[in-house]
């Protein structure tokens, strides 16, 4: 589905699915040269041979494959890399180009996996940089809660629309979206804004209550009809609402998905013992994905990595409440599966490269070892196929295997704050910024080519998220 402009009102779930069922059928060929204006953009032009691009010459690849290229992350250089359908065909060199395929000259680009963001907060970027002297509690209290009560439908719209094309310009190709907003207006606007997009997401739902009816409908409603969609059950583990726990518990065990929860962003949190809650309603296990963990203890570990628990390691909005360092190093020597988290609001921005860079740096800094995990191997791994083995999806995304789905970057590293090449790995992770992205590819389908959102007038995107923000400030 293409990205565009959202209209001025929010239409109904039917216009939504009519709209997706549309959107399927949209050419997804591309070319690189030159950039033509957005009503000519190759995406539109009808091209023989079905949904074939051929990425010619990249001068490094990174596939996340071991089996396809040099050291753990496949390094491959001077390779094609074809993809049909949506679907990655085949990487190496001097690939034949199919009939009717749209080549692209990649040659002097990095190509890897797209950047999986295992935990986010869409809607909060109508306050970003807010509330900058707070931690966690503080910021709740003073950005968070005031502003989810005033918003309506469009406003919201406005909100994710905003920060889904930001994560998807920074590089993200699938997110993991915790919402805790709760009316079915509102879901319909937030899912139809994350479908608008183009990106592969997931949306964690946070029911309020018992409501099993409520879950089900917007599952079966408003994120099974969107083909790069899927869901979750979102809960607060917490002794207090144990109860509310085990109903999000049986919620996601009936509909067969992941049950994901904040546990122990603060110290604090110890008094609601949280890992205790969830072992005693049985969600221990690998449908289970956990955000922060930042205060775990050594038997919280050891439980967590003997039953293969998944966890969101948001390092930046962390260091921005003061929440603490997770003990990422002793995770990751157990063998736990950990990806990055952008973490909404408290992230301030969608730059996975200065995620990837603070992951590695907080470690050092809180153990003044350099040989500490994760190094760059690692960390690149966890931002791409470790986030997709966090949330179950390996078997489609997180790497550059023939068969799994087309989820891709093109980094350009001629570039003041890139150039020159030493070590373009280290380079991505530490010397990296949005805007080496020069291209991001998600089932095939270029949502950002040639350094631009594709069919995007971001001006707009902008000025109808200030004027919403704007109009909620006014009404409060």
Request: net charge neutral; charged share 20%.
């Amino acid at each position: 589905m293409q990205s565009v402009a959202a209209p001025s009102s929010v239409p109904s779930r039917r216009d939504l699915l009519a709209g997706l069922g549309l959107a399927t059928a949209t050419p997804l060929l591309l070319g690189l040269t030159p950039r033509p204006e957005p009503r000519e953009h190759p995406s539109r032009r009808p091209v023989p041979g079905g949904r074939t691009v051929l990425l010619r010459a990249a001068s490094l690849v990174l596939t996340m494959d071991p089996a396809l290229g040099s050291g753990p992350l496949g390094a491959v250089e001077n390779a094609d890399v074809l993809m049909r359908d949506g679907a990655i065909a085949a990487v190496g060199p001097a690939l034949q180009a199919p009939p009717g395929a749209w080549v692209v000259d990649a040659s002097g680009k990095l190509v890897m996996p797209g950047f999986v963001d295992t935990h986010n907060h869409l809607w909060q970027a109508m306050i970003r940089g807010g509330c900058t002297g707070r931690d966690l509690f503080g910021w709740l209290q003073g950005c968070t809660d005031p502003q989810r009560g005033r918003l309506t439908p469009a406003a919201l719209h406005s909100f994710v629309r905003l920060a889904a094309l930001d994560a998807v310009q920074s590089g993200v190709t699938t997110l993991v979206d915790w919402v805790d907003i709760f009316s079915y207006d509102l879901i319909e606007s937030y899912v139809r804004a994350l479908a608008g997009t183009g990106v592969r997401f997931t949306y964690a739902m946070f029911p309020p209550a018992p409501d099993a009816v409520l879950v089900a409908k917007v599952k079966k409603e408003l994120v099974d009809p969107v083909p790069l969609g899927s869901f979750q059950i979102a809960t607060h583990a917490a002794r207090p609402i144990q109860h509310l726990n085990r109903a999000h518990w049986d919620a996601a065990q009936e509909l067969g998905v992941m049950l994901n929860s904040h546990v122990l962003e603060r110290p604090e949190q110890r008094a609601d013992d949280p890992l205790a809650v969830l072992t005693d309603i049985g969600a221990l296990g690998p449908r289970l994905l956990i955000n922060h963990g930042i205060h775990l203890t050594d038997a919280e570990i050891t439980a967590i990595a003997e039953h293969d628990v998944r966890a969101a390691h948001c390092p930046l909005s962390n260091m921005r409440l003061a929440s603490g360092i997770m003990r990422l190093s002793e995770l990751g020597q157990r063998g736990v599966k950990v990806g990055l988290g952008l973490d909404g609001g408290t992230n301030d921005s969608s730059d996975f490269h200065a995620l990837m860079k603070t992951a590695i740096g907080l470690q050092r800094a809180r153990t003044t070892e350099a040989g500490v995990f994760p190094q760059v191997h690692d960390v690149l791994r966890m931002a791409t196929l470790g986030g997709a083995e966090v949330l179950g999806l390996a078997d489609r995304v997180g790497s550059l295997t023939p068969g799994k789905r087309a989820d891709l970057v093109i980094i350009d590293p001629a570039a003041l704050n890139f150039a020159p090449r030493f070590d373009w790995t280290g380079q991505i992770v530490f010397n990296g910024r949005p805007e080496n992205i020069d291209a991001v590819f998600v089932d095939g389908r270029a949502l950002k080519f040639g350094g631009r959102l594709v069919d995007v007038d971001t001006d707009r995107v902008v000025r109808e998220a200030e004027a919403a923000a704007t109009r909620l400030r006014v009404a409060g």
